[in-house]
Nanobody
Framework: QVQLVESGGGLVQPGGSLRLSCAAS????????MGWYRQPPGKQRELVAT???????NYADSVKGRFTIASDNARNTGYLHMNNLKPEDTAVYYC?????????????????WGRGTQATVSS
């Protein structure tokens, strides 16, 4: 199996920055794509940003120009750099990855989710 562990959340003032990390572990051959999602209080989970193995990125309109998604393929780790944070960015941030890995002697591909990390933007 594959595990994703997020880190880097916390409390920050409006206009501040946070860097989230997502570390993938297991018998991984390749991370095909990685994404960050968030779930604000009382709302549904929403897409924030995605990145493919070749570096193609996609962002929600609400974060364009403020957030940057990146990945370190050699370390199986993804990042979300969040700048100029606003109170409406407050949410639990989840990492998602589409991973090719070894399971019971076979190469398979599945989607995995982390447990999330809380980011709170407040003065």
């Amino acid at each position: 199996q594959v595990q994703l562990v997020e880190s880097g959340g916390g409390l920050v003032q409006p206009g501040g920055s946070l860097r989230l990390s997502c570390a993938a572990s297991g018998l991984i051959f390749r991370i095909n794509a990685m994404g960050w999602y968030r779930q604000p209080p009382g709302k549904q989970r929403e897409l924030v940003a995605t990145i493919t193995n070749d570096g193609t990125t996609n962002y929600a309109d609400s974060v364009k120009g403020r957030f940057t998604i990146a990945s370190d393929n050699a370390r199986n780790t993804g990042y979300l750099h969040m700048n100029n944070l606003k109170p409406e960015d407050t949410a639990v941030y989840y990492c998602n990855a589409n991973v090719r890995y070894l399971r019971n002697g076979y190469s398979v591909t599945d989607d995995f989710w982390g447990r999330g990390t809380q980011a709170t933007v407040s003065s």
